[in-house]
């Protein structure tokens, strides 16, 4: 089954212009990982966020964690045609941090 | 490339074969997970090894799914008489986890599309 779900399920923008998704989970978690997908490629991983974190960034990512509304945001700023891909939130909710729990991902467009 | 390494890329099979795919993990990383992505979905976990044990698997895995790891390096996934529901692609990620690193990002291979016809 599958803990997080995505919100929206495709975007599509500008370069240029802000890219957020969302991913809302279920359980009580130990941490919250982005992953982006090329098309037909395997996961590329993008940014860990602790459960006792907040907020981070890495580059033009930026990553927000509610943990008392179960959510995540992912931002990509200034945009490009490279970032065109899949982006899944996943979840780990046991100590051991053994298998990624995935949403369904956004699938984000960007064009030039 | 030191990456992990999936191989073959893509097989097609006719129902009722079996396949085996194989997988590489980056050198020194002691666990190995199996994964399976179907269009439009995210990926859903299969079963993982810490060195050469199996430690868990899913629902998922049903019997006609074996993975094997026997020197605690590469990993085997093995489906034996295929269906088409099986047709999917199946993603392996490998990690370095210790008593000490409770929390660990995966490294996933490029994965192996199967159709079954």
């Known amino acids: 089954s599958q803990q997080g779900e995505e919100d929206p399920q495709a975007l599509s923008i500008q370069e240029g212009e802000n890219a957020t998704m969302n991913c809302s989970y279920k359980?009580?978690?130990?941490?919250l990982q982005w992953y982006r997908q090329n098309s037909g490629r395997g996961l590329v991983h993008l940014i860990l966020?602790?459960?006792?974190?907040r907020e981070k960034h890495s580059g033009r990512l930026r990553v927000t964690l509610d943990t008392s509304k179960k959510s995540s945001s992912l931002l990509i700023t200034a945009s490009r045609a490279a970032d065109t891909a899949s982006y899944f939130c996943?979840?780990?909710?046991?100590?051991?941090?053994?298998?990624?729990?995935f949403g369904k991902g956004t699938t984000l467009s960007v064009s030039s | 490339d030191t990456g992990v390494s999936q191989d073959p890329r893509h097989k097609i099979t006719k129902r009722g074969q079996n396949v085996t795919f194989r997988c590489d993990p980056i050198?020194?990383?002691?666990?190995l997970y199996w994964y399976r992505q179907t269009l439009g979905q995210g990926p859903e976990f299969l079963t993982y090894?810490?060195?050469?044990?199996?430690?868990?698997k899913s629902r998922l895995l049903s019997d006609r799914f074996s993975a094997e790891r026997p020197k605690g390096s590469f990993s085997t996934l093995e489906i034996q008489r295929t269906e088409q529901g099986d047709s999917a692609m199946y993603l392996c990620?490998?990690?370095?986890?210790?008593?000490?690193?409770?929390?660990?990002?995966?490294?996933f291979g490029p994965g192996t599309r199967l159709t079954v016809t």
């Open positions: 990620a490998s990690s370095l986890a210790s008593s000490s690193i409770l929390i660990v990002e995966q490294y």
């Open positions: 359980t009580s978690i130990n941490n």
């Open positions: 966020i602790r459960s006792n974190e």
């Open positions: 996943a979840t780990v909710n046991n100590q051991a941090g053994t298998a990624l729990i």
């Open positions: 050198s020194e990383h002691n666990r």
């Open positions: 090894f810490q060195n050469e044990a199996q430690l868990e």
